[in-house]
Structures are given as structure tokens and as C-alpha cells.
């Protein structure tokens, strides 16, 4: 058994949650309610896609993969202690906080916090955004990670022998490194970027998929204090997006039209620059 999607990201904030709901109601158009003591966005039918708790210093604090049942996550769990990974199931206080049945933490090679899981929890209010924004998840999961891996020969194998997830494409650049994981029909749920240093992970960014390139486009123009880098069209998933800096300091790509992989025709292949044009950076 597998990892089937991204389920949900936990980040974290210097700032205020006020200013993440504002953010992400204002700009990304999702929906967000404070609850305990974090802020917890939906952009479809799930309790939530993304937590945000207030902390020294914003980044990630963990990223939610569904294996899709119990049984799949007991075979994980096994995966894991057979190949000496550290492994702690979650209390039933942390499944209620994550909406979710059961679900296990553990570390990839390189450091990033992981919570496997199963059972999250649909809810009866319908989700309405707030611009009119229609996300593009259900079986494809939230969007992807770029995860910055320390240990990135150890951690790609880590996703791709253990978790089960598929190559789709490969960057080997001059200044960059880079494998982009699938886990279900989303060309990648999963970039995984060679890290300047050996030692450590960082989220570099997350990407949430509209349905519209009019919705892209607006983001840009309700976004323009938080804009990192203009609308473009990557070479590899055919993604046009835009680039925001979210509040926690961590960059929301937010995109249109993304690639699907075909398994029965899929081959793998290289790509030499991320772009076919736009996403040049901005100053702000």
C-alpha cells in the first residue's frame, strides 16, 4: 500500500492568524475559521486543507499524506520499522485537531515532520468561496510541496521505495536538482529540490489548483503586495501560476490547468528550465 494524495499541510506563522485569514480569504478566495488556538483553511468539501498555528518563526510544521485505509496504513507503519525509520502513532486528541480517523508522525530522511493518515473528515457546510474560486482537489489531493531535502539521494528513495510514490519528471541543472513525485493522476504531489546544505529540509513552496486562468489572473491583480512572481507557464506540468508570499513567509503557487498522467503511457523525462515563460521574480 501507498500514499493516494496530499491531504493537508501545517504551517506556521510569526504573525497573527488574522492576517493568514485575510490572506487567504482576500487573495486565494478559500474559506478560513479560527478553532482552538490555529486557523484552519478549506478549499473543498474536507474540514481543512491547511492549519496555521502561531509560532517564533513561520514555516512548515508538517504535511499530511493519505494512504486511503486502515490497512494501508498499518503496511506503512511496517515499511517504515522494517527499514528503522521512527515511528509514533497519534493520540486520539491529535487525530480530532487533523479531522481525521487515525494517523501516524515520522520524519523523511532529510528532517520534514510527516503525518500518514486515513479517514479525513468530510463536513455538511458546503464550502463557498468567498470570490467565487473553484479548486481543483478531489482524488488529485490538495495541490503539491516543494520540499528542500538536505539528505536528497536518502529522501528520494525514502518517497519512492517506502511511500510508494512514481517519478514523473527529473531537473538536473547546473544550479538545481530536482524530482517531481506523483502519488495519484497530479503530475507531481511532491518536488523534491536538492538543498543548498546537507543537513535539514524547508518548505519552498506549496501550490493550490483553480479551475480558471481568469482566477490566476485576478489573484495577481488582489495580490499585488504579496506577488513573488509574475504569472508564467511551467515547462513540465503546464501550469500557469502566479507566485504569492503568504504570511507565513512560504510561497503559495496558484495555478490553472495542470498536467495528468496517463500510467499507462507515461515515460519519464528530463527537463532543462522550469518555465516556458513568465515567473520572473518581484520585488516588493
Request: hydrophobic share 40%.
Amino acid at each position: 500500500m501507498s500514499v493516494i494524495s496530499l491531504g493537508y499541510i501545517h504551517l506556521t506563522t510569526e504573525g497573527t492568524l488574522g492576517e493568514w485569514k485575510n490572506f487567504a480569504t482576500s487573495v486565494l478566495g478559500a474559506a478560513a475559521v479560527e478553532r482552538d488556538d490555529e486557523l484552519l483553511i478549506r478549499v473543498d468539501e474536507k474540514a481543512f486543507r491547511i492549519a496555521v498555528t502561531q509560532a517564533d518563526s513561520g514555516g512548515l510544521a508538517s504535511v499530511g499524506l493519505d494512504v486511503g485505509d486502515a490497512a494501508g496504513l498499518d503496511l506503512l507503519r511496517q515499511k517504515l520499522a522494517e527499514a528503522g525509520y521512527a515511528v509514533r502513532e497519534g493520540s486520539a486528541e491529535e487525530a480530532r485537531r487533523r479531522s481525521v480517523i487515525r494517523l501516524l508522525h515520522c520524519n523523511d530522511p532529510s528532517g520534514t515532520p510527516l503525518e500518514l493518515f486515513y479517514g479525513q473528515t468530510y463536513v455538511r457546510e458546503q464550502f463557498v468561496s468567498p470570490l467565487g474560486v473553484r479548486f481543483v482537489t478531489g482524488d488529485l489531493g490538495l495541490g503539491h510541496v516543494l520540499l528542500r531535502a538536505g539528505r536528497y539521494d536518502d529522501t528520494l528513495a525514502f518517497y519512492r521505495d517506502i511511500l510508494g510514490f512514481r517519478i514523473s519528471d527529473v531537473w538536473n541543472g547546473k544550479e538545481v536538482t530536482a524530482t517531481f513525485l506523483r502519488c495519484n493522476a497530479r503530475h507531481h504531489s511532491i518536488a523534491l529540490r536538492k538543498a543548498d546544505d546537507e543537513g535539514g529540509f524547508s518548505l519552498g513552496h506549496f501550490m493550490l489548483q483553480v479551475d480558471d486562468v481568469n482566477t490566476v489572473g485576478r489573484a495577481q491583480e488582489y495580490g499585488q503586495e504579496h506577488l513573488a512572481m509574475t504569472i508564467g507557464r511551467h515547462f513540465n506540468d503546464e501550469m500557469i501560476s502566479c507566485y504569492l508570499r503568504s504570511p507565513s513567509g512560504v510561497n503559495v503557487e496558484y495555478g490553472t490547468g495542470g498536467r495528468r498522467v496517463d500510467e499507462a503511457t507515461w515515460v519519464v523525462g528530463q527537463i532543462d528550465a522550469p518555465s516556458d515563460w513568465g515567473h520572473h521574480p518581484v520585488k516588493n
